[in-house]
Protein backbone atom coordinates (compact mmCIF):
# COMPACT_ATOMS: atom_id res chain seq x y z
CA UNK A 1 0.00 0.00 0.00
CA UNK A 2 1.07 3.52 -0.58
CA UNK A 3 1.94 6.34 1.32
CA UNK A 4 -1.06 9.02 1.36
CA UNK A 5 0.24 12.27 -0.21
CA UNK A 6 -2.63 14.05 1.47
CA UNK A 7 -2.04 17.82 3.32
CA UNK A 8 -3.62 18.42 6.57
CA UNK A 9 -5.71 21.79 6.14
CA UNK A 10 -5.13 22.98 9.39
CA UNK A 11 -2.71 25.69 9.27
CA UNK A 12 -3.97 27.39 6.18
CA UNK A 13 -4.12 31.23 6.63
CA UNK A 14 -5.97 34.27 5.13
CA UNK A 15 -4.11 37.16 5.76
CA UNK A 16 -5.36 40.73 5.09
CA UNK A 17 -3.11 43.82 3.47
CA UNK A 18 -2.57 46.99 4.88
CA UNK A 19 -2.40 49.21 1.17
CA UNK A 20 1.50 50.33 2.36
CA UNK A 21 4.43 50.53 0.19
CA UNK A 22 5.89 47.85 0.83
CA UNK A 23 2.36 46.09 1.35
CA UNK A 24 2.76 44.20 4.65
CA UNK A 25 -0.30 41.44 5.32
CA UNK A 26 -1.80 39.82 8.71
CA UNK A 27 -3.42 36.44 9.05
CA UNK A 28 -6.75 36.81 9.93
CA UNK A 29 -7.60 36.21 13.46
CA UNK A 30 -9.56 33.29 14.83
CA UNK A 31 -10.25 31.44 11.09
CA UNK A 32 -12.43 28.69 12.08
CA UNK A 33 -13.38 27.50 8.39
CA UNK A 34 -12.33 28.72 4.97
CA UNK A 35 -13.32 28.32 1.59
CA UNK A 36 -11.23 29.04 -0.70
CA UNK A 37 -11.95 30.63 -3.89
CA UNK A 38 -13.53 28.32 -6.60
CA UNK A 39 -11.47 29.13 -9.66
CA UNK A 40 -13.93 29.05 -12.69
CA UNK A 41 -14.42 29.91 -16.11
CA UNK A 42 -17.32 31.18 -18.59
CA UNK A 43 -18.02 28.82 -21.39
CA UNK A 44 -19.27 28.74 -24.73
CA UNK A 45 -20.90 26.03 -26.66
CA UNK A 46 -19.28 25.66 -30.20
CA UNK A 47 -21.14 22.72 -31.59
CA UNK A 48 -21.66 22.68 -35.77
CA UNK A 49 -23.04 20.79 -37.69
CA UNK A 50 -19.84 19.88 -39.92
CA UNK A 51 -18.14 18.83 -36.89
CA UNK A 52 -17.18 15.87 -34.87
CA UNK A 53 -20.76 14.61 -33.83
CA UNK A 54 -19.56 15.49 -30.20
CA UNK A 55 -20.15 18.84 -28.35
CA UNK A 56 -17.45 21.42 -28.70
CA UNK A 57 -16.40 24.21 -26.45
CA UNK A 58 -14.52 26.82 -25.79
CA UNK A 59 -13.70 28.90 -22.41
CA UNK A 60 -13.68 32.25 -22.12
CA UNK A 61 -12.96 35.29 -18.97
CA UNK A 62 -11.68 33.58 -15.65
CA UNK A 63 -13.79 34.40 -12.44
CA UNK A 64 -12.01 34.43 -9.21
CA UNK A 65 -15.71 34.08 -7.05
CA UNK A 66 -16.05 34.38 -4.04
CA UNK A 67 -14.36 33.48 -0.39
CA UNK A 68 -16.51 32.43 2.59
CA UNK A 69 -15.17 31.92 6.07
CA UNK A 70 -16.05 31.16 9.48
CA UNK A 71 -14.32 33.50 12.34
CA UNK A 72 -15.02 33.73 16.00
CA UNK A 73 -16.20 36.96 16.24
CA UNK A 74 -14.29 39.76 17.95
CA UNK A 75 -15.67 43.15 17.12
CA UNK A 76 -12.65 44.52 18.26
CA UNK A 77 -9.92 42.40 17.16
CA UNK A 78 -7.77 44.73 14.65
CA UNK A 79 -8.12 42.14 11.33
CA UNK A 80 -12.26 42.20 12.13
CA UNK A 81 -13.74 45.44 13.54
CA UNK A 82 -14.23 48.94 12.51
CA UNK A 83 -10.87 50.65 13.48
CA UNK A 84 -9.01 49.17 10.69
CA UNK A 85 -10.62 45.39 10.00
CA UNK A 86 -13.01 43.94 7.21
CA UNK A 87 -16.00 45.64 9.55
CA UNK A 88 -14.53 48.86 8.35
CA UNK A 89 -13.55 47.66 5.19
CA UNK A 90 -17.20 46.40 4.76
CA UNK A 91 -18.39 49.83 5.43
CA UNK A 92 -16.08 51.80 3.14
CA UNK A 93 -16.46 49.48 0.18
CA UNK A 94 -12.49 49.07 0.10
CA UNK A 95 -11.10 47.05 -2.55
CA UNK A 96 -8.04 45.43 -0.51
CA UNK A 97 -5.48 43.18 -1.17
CA UNK A 98 -5.78 39.01 0.39
CA UNK A 99 -3.45 36.53 0.64
CA UNK A 100 -4.43 32.65 0.90
CA UNK A 101 -1.59 30.56 2.33
CA UNK A 102 -1.87 27.18 2.00
CA UNK A 103 0.15 24.83 4.37
CA UNK A 104 1.91 22.71 2.05
CA UNK A 105 5.99 22.46 2.65
CA UNK A 106 6.56 25.00 -0.75
CA UNK A 107 4.48 28.09 1.30
CA UNK A 108 1.73 28.15 -2.09
CA UNK A 109 0.34 31.37 -2.39
CA UNK A 110 -3.02 32.71 -3.99
CA UNK A 111 -2.69 36.55 -3.89
CA UNK A 112 -6.19 38.40 -4.88
CA UNK A 113 -8.12 41.55 -4.19
CA UNK A 114 -11.05 41.45 -2.97
CA UNK A 115 -14.09 43.53 -1.04
CA UNK A 116 -16.11 42.54 2.12
CA UNK A 117 -19.36 41.66 0.55
CA UNK A 118 -21.32 40.46 4.03
CA UNK A 119 -20.56 40.16 7.44
CA UNK A 120 -23.23 38.00 9.33
CA UNK A 121 -22.93 37.87 13.05
CA UNK A 122 -24.26 35.41 15.33
CA UNK A 123 -24.77 35.56 19.36
CA UNK A 124 -26.30 32.72 20.58
CA UNK A 125 -27.73 32.46 23.82
CA UNK A 126 -25.64 29.35 24.76
CA UNK A 127 -21.86 29.87 22.79
CA UNK A 128 -19.34 31.81 21.08
CA UNK A 129 -19.83 34.97 18.87
CA UNK A 130 -18.86 34.00 15.72
CA UNK A 131 -19.36 35.67 12.29
CA UNK A 132 -19.61 34.51 8.95
CA UNK A 133 -17.95 36.30 6.09
CA UNK A 134 -17.65 36.60 2.62
CA UNK A 135 -15.15 38.53 0.20
CA UNK A 136 -16.27 38.90 -3.32
CA UNK A 137 -12.68 38.50 -5.80
CA UNK A 138 -12.58 41.68 -8.38
CA UNK A 139 -10.08 41.09 -11.04
CA UNK A 140 -7.36 37.77 -10.88
CA UNK A 141 -6.25 35.60 -8.61
CA UNK A 142 -2.21 35.27 -8.50
CA UNK A 143 -1.20 31.40 -8.18
CA UNK A 144 2.17 31.05 -7.02
Do not use: C
Not at 6 to 29: M, Q
Not at 78 to 104: A, E, I
Amino acid sequence: MTQSTAIDAYGTLLKIGDGGTPESFTAVANVTNLNPPPLDREEYETTHHDGSGWDEWIVGVKRGGQVTLDVDWVPTETTHGYTSGMLKDWDDGTLRNWQLVWPDAGGTTWTFSAYVKTITPAAPAVGKLTAAITLRISDSVSLA
